[in-house]
């Protein structure tokens, strides 16, 4: 084989070694955020930073949310090598409460990992929260009414107004009373119920509605069950 030949076979190879080494890889600083404690209704913010290792484009192929309170979007689909990408998401908090754990998958073209979850965690504080969530009446004879009061507690930072309150059922009469309608922050309120089984009822089931001007929870709603004497 002549030197020249030789020569382009090699530059050949070379060239074609050195592309199929090429490849993405990634790094991510921090892929989990705890947020701490939030009121519910408060959207939360962060940004994941993602960055380039490897020696050809990254592309950020997909980023698909574990639910719709949440959403995601990278400044750039496309990181060059030894760039760097922010990857920012915002979880919707309004439908939440206690601790909650959110995810966004990322699909990229990288060759050793291309996949990648990134991690939003923390806890939702009801601004209006009602104890209990549930009424139990237990076992109930007819025409023997038990009293039950349902507390709600102002955890925001602005006073809320307990509207009305409502009740429904086919088994059962409820009959509620809220003595104090204003609550400030950081103190309760509560709703006074007097309940009654019906006669002809057996197994005992309602709803209790609570109104309130809290744009983010304008209703609070409790069920009630329980079951007749016989």
């Known amino acids: 084989m002549k030197p020249r030949t030789i020569l382009?076979?090699?530059m050949s190879y070379l060239a074609v070694t050195a592309t199929a080494i090429a490849a993405p890889e990634y790094s991510v600083d921090h892929g989990s955020y705890n947020f701490g404690t939030v009121t519910q209704g408060k959207k939360v913010q962060h940004s994941f930073t993602i960055k380039n290792n490897g020696d050809a484009?990254?592309?950020?192929?997909?980023?698909?949310a574990s639910c719709g309170c949440t959403a995601a979007t990278p400044?750039?689909?496309?990181?060059?090598?030894g760039k760097?990408?922010?990857?920012?998401?915002?979880?919707?908090?309004?439908?939440?409460?206690?601790?909650?754990?959110?995810?966004?998958?990322?699909?990229?073209?990288?060759?050793?990992?291309?996949?990648?979850?990134?991690?939003?965690?923390?806890?939702?504080?009801e601004e209006l929260q009602a104890t209990p969530r549930q009424i139990s009446l237990g076992t109930m004879k007819a025409g023997v009414p038990r009293e039950v009061t349902v507390t709600v507690r102002n955890?925001?930072?602005?006073m809320h107004r307990l509207i009305s309150a409502t009740a429904n059922s086919n088994s059962l009469q409820i009959t509620p009373k809220i003595p104090k309608q204003n609550i400030k922050p950081g103190e309760s309120g509560t709703v006074e119920l007097t309940i009654?089984?019906?006669s002809e009822a057996r197994i005992l089931s309602g709803y209790l509605h609570i109104v309130t001007d809290n744009p983010?929870?304008?209703?609070?709603?409790?069920?009630?069950?329980?079951?007749a004497a016989k």
Not at 57 to 64: A, E
Not at 75 to 81: M, R
Not at 117 to 124: D, K, P, R, Y
Not at 155 to 158: I, K, P
């Open 216 to 227: 983010q929870k304008k209703e609070i709603t409790i069920p009630i069950y329980g079951s």
């Open 57 to 64: 484009t990254l592309q950020i192929k997909q980023l698909t």
């Open 196 to 198: 009654a089984s019906r």
């Open 75 to 81: 400044s750039a689909s496309s990181i060059a090598p």
């Open 84 to 125: 760097s990408a922010e990857i920012k998401v915002v979880f919707d908090s309004t439908n939440f409460s206690g601790k909650v754990q959110k995810t966004v998958a990322m699909t990229t073209n990288a060759g050793k990992n291309p996949n990648y979850t990134f991690t939003m965690e923390g806890i939702v504080a």
């Open 155 to 158: 955890n925001g930072s602005t």
């Open 8 to 10: 382009l076979s090699l």
